[in-house]
């Protein structure tokens, strides 16, 4: 019996083995797709990216070790690196053994390098890098019609979308497509070409068949600007006109809400409570649109979705009292279309129902919101932001009117981007701020009204890749704020104005700048108005003033271009602020601080200036107008003027730093005070002794007026251009006063402080005593003996001594000194306005006086003559 037992567990035991062998390989036999390597370094691209300009192609990435098996689609991958295009895998079959897979590229890449997207496909990963070449073409304004508007589902359309902009650079631009969304099937396109110098016009080819009734939508890309068209599809002429098949209608009256869902067995549940509507989506496949319309007045709409979907506003009013309007609990990107034609209106309650979720305004998102449309869509914030997005927020066309906000307008976590449409907002605090990003302003129109800042871009976090940015390549900008130290522009990091159209900054808190950066700022073109009228004060909590200013620049300042014009009225407000050197190399800037002094103590004090630089002041070109209740330019370094124009009309010091060096251009100069002043600022009690400050003239034209036209506490090094001066002490140094070349020609009023030339100096000078003065209504003329024109002088105040040096004064040589006399025709040097030296005219001495016939030494350069 033992035996027999033994057996029969024995066959039991094989048959159970047997049984699991078989079990086990029928298992086995449903497989998932895997490969064993997927190389991106070898990937091919079917089309040419090009910054700014719309992408549509496909990368076919080899694979190695397929195993024969189906996959489905994938979910989009977003690029990182350059910006603002996405990969998605398209569905296949393996090979077995080596094959290739797609993936589709989309979108529009945000700059040029290199575009990488993180893909998987079998269980392997690899970085697909598309390069993204740099766009040789650009635009400034952009405005799309699309023809025939209307298709039909099913039926094969052929239509256009004619792009009429302005302000083409005559570049070249490549191929650029775009897939439509909302309705499928359609694609844009565009052939390569050469843009206008100026207006032009360019033609996109729409073609394919739409896959279902609603709204076909193209987002166009190029030369920097972008625009989005819609295409309407209906349902054709048989049967009853039905809602699109990707549409969810979600139609609200009053407390209720009528869903009509044709994903309901597709993975989109749509639950209703009164007129609340939430939408849970786990279709992973299509861009679903959820078309909203109708008014709530105690409603909202939320959405969980695991795919990038589309909210459709077709005259959709919300009013949701105990939380946002629109809740988006879904961290893919939602494009919002604000349908032509229509009003939609969002607002929230004052306080929200406790939520572990989070609800940071009226219109919230946890993920991406890119909004388009030529609607309008009117939000209220009565909560916190109006407009609030944990991802980036960016706006191709749209008309959004923030109408309150208790907290900001419109709030990106990541960067804010905005390339036409129109932009209004009314905020208790700031206007648009990108958190953790940065700001990027292609097109449309901006205006704020706001308490705190404007426009921000504030990061102060650690994380190395984050740069807080300003960048306003277009679009007309208006921001008015009223807050204490309220900016109406503020970046962290640098920022870049190079627009065609006006910005108009108006600030009125105490302490409030135009423009605040933390680091560069770089003014190429466009038309900035700045106007500041609050005061500077003491600020407790930073134990130090705080000054209004028009920009204020912790780092590097440069103008290359536009039309800059700041105006600062309060106390202690200044023009131009930076702590970093200051260079002008083009455009036209005028800069008026008329604000009396302001005085905490002895030691915090702030002054109106109208361009103050820790670093260097270098002009290089451009025009420059300044009128100030103190200096006029002021460098803790130095200045240098290169080329251009400057002209400082009002001033207590028209130019004042430690070196002063004057290369070319004219510099116009009227103070009260010192017109030029070069000091080390440690000389005190009246000492006279030589600190080695520098004033270097080496060409260009000087004219100075002030109380001391030049005073230098070093060094004056005259070796060519021309200096025209006046002044109760026309040249006042303390160090060597060196004439070298150029040419000279200087008075004032009998004075023990004006100085003669030094003896060491190479070209041959007068400096000239009378007893009697000439009155600002006469002249000084200098010839020599054939009566040949040295110099004719028209001082601004009376004179009785000057100085007179030019590359034609000679030794050993005869020359004629008269007072009075007329001048006919020609002009002032420099363009100077009612004093100066005369050129280009005729000098006659009738009713002049002879005042002295002296001939210069035949060995010193230096001449001295009194009479």
Known sequence: MKRRGILVVGILLTFISIFQACKSEEITTIKTATITALTCSAATFSATATSGASYTGTATVPYTGGNGIAYDAGSPVASTGVTGLTATLSAGTLASGSGTANFVITGTPTTSGTANFSIDLGGQNCTLSLPVAVSKSSIATLVCTVAPAIGTNGTAYTGTVTMAYTGGNGGTYGISTASSTGVEGLTATVAAGTLANGAGNLTYTISGTPTSSGTATFNLSLGGKSCAVTLAITAGTTGTATAAKDTVVIAYSGTSAAINNPYSSSGVAVAVSGADVTVTSTNTTKEIVYLLSGTATKGSFKIYSEYRFNITMKGVSLTNSTGPAINIQSSKKGTINVLAGTTNNLTDGATYATSKEDQKGTFFSEGQLSFMGTGTLNVTGLNKHAIVADDYIAISEANIVVKSAVSDGIHANDYFQMDNGTVNITSSSDGIVAEEGYVAINGGTISINSVDDGIIAPYEGTDATITPYVLIKGGKISITTTGDKANAIKSESYMTIGTADAVTLTVSGKGSKGIKTGGDFTLTSGTIKITTTGAAYYDTADADVAAPAGINCDKNLAIRGGNLTINSTGIG???????????????????????????????????????????????????????????????????????????????????????????????????????????????????????????????????????????????????????????????????????????????????????????????????????????????????DASGKDLATFKPRIATSIIHFSNPSLAKSTAYKIYFGGTYTGGNFVGGSSGWGLYTGGTYSNTGATLKSSPTTSGSATVNAFTF
């Open 573 to 783: 407000g200044k023009g131009i602020n930076i702590d970093g050197t200051a260079t002008i190399g083009g455009g036209t800037i005028n800069i008026t601080a008329s604000g009396a002094k302001y005085t905490y103590s002895s030691t915090m004090t702030s002054e109106a200036k109208g361009f103050k630089s820790d670093g260097e002041f270098i002009m290089n070109n451009g025009d420059l107008t300044i009128s100030a209740t103190d200096d006029g330019v002021k460098s803790n370094k130095s200045i240098t003027v290169n080329d251009g124009t400057i002209l400082v009309t009002k001033s207590y010091e028209g130019m004042e730093s430690i070196i002063i060096n004057i290369n070319g251009g004219v510099t116009n100069l009227t103070a009260t005070n010192d017109g030029i002043n070069t000091s080390y600022g440690t000389v005190s009690g009246g000492t006279e002794s030589n600190d080695n400050s520098q004033f270097n003239m080496n060409g260009g034209v000087l004219i100075v007026a002030g109380s001391d036209a030049i005073d230098s506490n070093g060094n004056f090094t005259m070796k060519g251009g021309t200096l025209i001066a006046n002044g109760n002490e026309s040249i006042d140094i303390n160090g060597n006063f060196l004439v070298n070349g150029g040419t000279v020609v200087s008075g004032g009023p009998n004075s023990n402080m004006t100085k003669s030339m030094g003896a060491a100096s190479t070209q041959v000078s007068m400096f000239i005593k009378s007893s009697a003065s000439v009155a600002a209504t006469s002249l000084i003329h200098i010839e």
